[in-house]
Nanobody, 124 residues
Framework: QWQLVESGGGLVQPGGSLRLTCAASGFSLAYYTIGWFRQAPGKEREGISCISSSGGRTNTVDSVKGRFTISRDNAKNTVYLQMNSLKPEDTAIYYC?????????????????WGQGTQVTVSS
């Protein structure tokens, strides 16, 4: 059974940092594009960043570019999202997901396995 578990969320002050972890079990994520998405209260889920199976290509939205960095360790079956210079508008539930499509795309319809999410709250 394919399973993704996100961790690393929490409460952080503006300007702070968090590293989110997406751990896979039941399959090897080494073959797939992995994406990070977030959903803020009252808003639609949006794609943030994704990384190709080899880690050689990434796609990151402008709103977090330069602050968030996606990476992966296929040997550990894990993908990370390093979040720096956090802002209150980054407050959301963060999800990771698997795309078997092969493209480094943040189109949500391409992702067919999702984790349960981890809450990130940025507040003073």
């Amino acid at each position: 059974q394919w399973q993704l578990v996100e961790s690393g969320g929490g409460l952080v002050q503006p300007g702070g940092s968090l590293r989110l972890t997406c751990a896979a079990s039941g399959f090897s994520l080494a073959y797939y594009t992995i994406g990070w998405f977030r959903q803020a209260p009252g808003k639609e889920r949006e794609g943030i960043s994704c990384i190709s199976s080899s880690g050689g290509r990434t796609n990151t939205v402008d709103s977090v570019k330069g602050r968030f960095t996606i990476s992966r360790d296929n040997a550990k079956n894990t993908v990370y999202l390093q979040m720096n210079s956090l802002k209150p508008e980054d407050t959301a539930i963060y999800y990771c997901a698997v795309s078997r499509d092969g493209r480094t795309s943040l189109t949500m319809g391409l992702y067919d396995h999702w984790g349960q999410g981890t809450q990130v709250t940025v507040s003073s």
